[in-house]
């Protein structure tokens, strides 16, 4: 009878066994050291990623913000623009409303009839002996020759009168 024990010999593969342990540790240490290497290129690649993102975001804000201020500008510009075109035909008006005032009051200014020679005199010499002239309620003459007619209302020679220093009146509110 025999007494080995099994337990009392040695493994004859033992050491092979701590080889292939030992190789398993290294590749498994290879393994992670180089997951960690791509984590970490993996990483790297997304916070580029995400900085280039960031910047393109930042460059298109830029760019959306100077085509919006463009556009308010713009949209500024037209509004003060028609703001001031009504302040000037307002006042526009104002100065002819007052001209006509003043135009009106010579009715009643003992020049007028020396106006009214003027004017009587100015119709005869541009439609002719024989013309039929008319005082105008409102203020001037009428006068008539056949199929040409004049008339040289108060009002009316006012808006003449600013008709033609028109570009002289833009002055007044010019910058």
Request: charged share 35%.
């Amino acid at each position: 009878m025999r007494t080995d024990h099994p337990e009392s010999q040695p493994d004859p593969l033992a050491p092979l066994v701590t080889a292939l342990i030992e190789r398993a540790k290294r590749d498994a240490a290879d393994m992670l050291a180089e997951a960690d290497s791509d984590a970490a290129d993996v990483l790297a690649g997304a916070r580029a990623e995400a900085d280039a993102l960031l910047a393109d975001a930042r460059a298109k804000g830029e760019s959306d913000a100077a085509d919006v201020l463009a556009t308010e500008r713009a949209r500024a510009e037209r509004e003060a623009r028609a703001i001031l075109l009504a302040a000037q035909e307002e006042a526009h008006e104002h100065v002819r409303r007052a001209a006509r005032d003043a135009v009106s009051d010579l009715r009643d200014d003992p020049v007028h009839p020396q106006l009214l020679a003027a004017l009587r005199q100015r119709a005869t010499e541009e439609l002719g002996p024989g013309t039929t002239i008319t005082e105008l309620p409102r203020g001037g003459l009428q006068a008539s020759l056949g199929d040409k007619h004049l008339e040289f209302a108060l009002d009316g020679l006012a808006d003449d009168l600013l008709d033609r220093i028109g570009g002289d009146l833009a002055e007044l509110w010019a910058p």
